[in-house]
């Protein structure tokens, strides 16, 4: 078979120089080289991306953290020197109870300036979301499904309920007994 005169001869019979061929093969092997290379940049960029991310989440963390204990500092002094104070002979337990009150509203203050927020709901409708029962009880003074009495506060963290209050609700006056039983 004789050999085509020109490419589009070539084309049109199937048939392509292997000269044209090889040229082919070696810019397909170019780029193939070129894009693995890129692949293999992209695969390292996207690891150091990763690891940096972990780092500065750490980082922050600490900062966090570092700010949020830089504020208890002040309050673990202030224990020390009420728990100094009481260890005193002759202190009396009133000026001891009045210093572990000032501690605690100093400690409550530290920690509502990161975000922390009381949830004491003495008398307040009960809320299932922010509030846990555990038990309810008679009352003619509190209203039913109000919170008769708060046995252990809750706390949220910038919106965010961490701990639920623990209260006991009213389930309003004493029902007295049927008549005729």
Known sequence: MPEPENKENAASTGTVPPEELAAQL?????????????????????????????????????AATGRVLEDIFPVLDTLAMAAAAARQPGA?????????????AQMKSALANHGLKEINPAAQAFDPHQHQAISHQASSSVKEEHVLQVVRVGYSLNGRLLRPASVIVSSGPAKEAAAGK
């Open 26 to 62: 070696a810019t397909a092997k170019a780029e193939s080289a070129a894009h693995y290379d890129r692949f293999l940049r992209t695969a390292a960029d996207l690891e150091n991306f990763r690891r940096r991310t972990l780092r500065e989440k750490d980082e922050l963390r600490t």
């Open 92 to 104: 009396e337990l009133k000026g001891v109870a009045d210093g572990v009150d000032m501690v605690l």
